[in-house]
T-cell receptor, first 115, second 117 residues
C-alpha cells in the first residue's frame, strides 16, 4: 500500500506571496492532519480534516488554512508569507473508526523556504 | 493542556549496545496514547512504537520496547542491539484517546541519537 505523499517536496517563495501544499493520504485513510516543524518551535499542530470538514485547529493565524476533498486529499494554504513561515510542513493520515482516529502516519514533508 | 518533555537533547550509543531515551508528560486525562516516532536525516517521520494508557503491559516491537509508568507519567524507549540505521532524531508524542477526542499529537522537542560503529 502506498504511503502518504506530499507535493511539492521543496518550495522557495518570497515574502508576501502565497503557497499551496498538497497531501494525499494512505488509501482508506479519511483523516488528514498537518504539522509545522521548525528548529525553534519544534513540531506544532496546524489542523485536522475529516470528511471534508476541519475537525481540530491549532494555534496559528488565519493566514494558514486548509481544505479536504471528497477523495480525502488535502491542501493547506499559507497567504502573505512571512520569513517565519519557513519550515518543514508534515502531513499525516489516519484511519477513522466511529469518532476515534487511529495512529497517524506521516508523509515525507514539504520544505518551504521564504526569502 | 498536555505537555511532553524530553530533557536530553542528545545521546550516543555504541553499535550493538542498548540505549534508553527518556520522556515525561503531563496530562489530566486518563485515556490517551503515547508514541515514539523516529525522524532520520531524510526527515520522514516513522512510527516506532505505540502504547495505550489503559494497557498495563509495556509495548514491544522487535528491538524496541517501552517502559510505561503511568503514575509517574514517564514513557521511556529502550533500543536493544543498536544499529547504525537507528541514528536519527526521536520524538515522544501524546494523543488523547476516546470518542470525540482531539486527535492532535503533542510532541516533545526530540532527542538526537548517534550510533558509534
Amino acid at each position: 500500500k502506498a504511503g502518504v505523499t506530499q507535493t511539492p517536496r521543496y518550495l522557495i517563495k518570497t515574502r508576501g506571496q502565497q503557497v499551496t501544499l498538497s497531501c494525499s493520504p494512505i488509501s482508506g485513510h479519511r483523516s488528514v492532519s498537518w504539522y509545522q516543524q521548525t528548529p525553534g518551535q519544534g513540531l506544532q499542530f496546524l489542523f485536522e480534516y475529516f470528511s471534508e470538514t476541519q475537525r481540530n485547529k491549532g494555534n496559528f493565524p488565519g493566514r494558514f488554512s486548509g481544505r479536504q476533498f471528497s477523495n480525502s486529499r488535502s491542501e493547506m494554504n499559507v497567504s502573505t508569507l512571512e520569513l517565519g513561515d519557513s519550515a518543514l510542513y508534515l502531513c499525516a493520515s489516519s484511519l477513522v473508526s466511529g469518532a476515534s482516529t487511529d495512529t497517524q502516519y506521516f508523509g515525507p514533508g514539504t520544505r518551504l523556504t521564504v526569502l | 493542556a498536555q505537555t511532553v518533555t524530553q530533557s536530553q537533547p542528545e545521546m550516543s550509543v555504541q553499535e550493538a549496545e542498548t540505549v534508553t531515551l527518556s520522556c515525561t508528560y503531563d496530562t489530566s486525562e486518563s485515556d490517551y496514547y503515547l508514541f515514539w516516532y523516529k525522524q532520520p536525516p531524510s526527515r520522514q517521520m516513522i512510527l516506532v512504537i505505540r502504547q495505550e494508557a489503559y494497557k498495563q503491559q509495556n509495548a514491544t516491537e522487535n528491538r524496541f520496547s517501552v517502559n510505561f509508568q503511568k503514575a509517574a507519567k514517564s514513557f521511556s524507549l529502550k533500543i536493544s542491539d543498536s544499529q547504525l540505521g537507528d541514528a536519527a532524531m526521536y520524538f515522544c508524542a501524546y494523543r488523547s484517546r476516546g470518542a470525540g477526542a482531539n486527535s492532535k499529537l503533542t510532541f516533545g522537542k526530540g532527542i538526537t541519537l548517534s550510533v558509534r560503529p
